[in-house]
């Protein structure tokens, strides 16, 4: 396992059920292009790590996954600091 897939795995996956509210999706919420320039992965890694259950994410009600800014911008953290330690 290397260092991002370990910083992933330490984040807590949602089941998928919960479907974002229109006005939540505006701040709270990216796409999966959105957190891989983020996490500096590309979107289709993004999806991966969310169809493996190690990204959490919510469905909308069109069937698109997004994904809580705030635990990118922790998991972004995390990779930053594991590749300076």
Known sequence: M??????ISETSP???AASPSPSSNGR???????A??????SPK???RWA????????????????????DIETLAE???MQQEG
């Open 2 to 7: 290397n260092e991002q897939q370990a910083a």
């Open 14 to 16: 949602t089941d998928g």
């Open 28 to 34: 709270g919420y990216l796409r999966a292009a959105e």
């Open 36 to 41: 891989a320039a983020l996490l500096h992965v």
């Open 45 to 47: 890694t993004i999806s």
């Open 51 to 70: 169809r493996e259950g190690k990204l959490g994410h919510v469905v909308t009600l069109g069937g698109h996954r997004r994904f809580s800014r705030a």
């Open 78 to 80: 995390r990779m930053v």
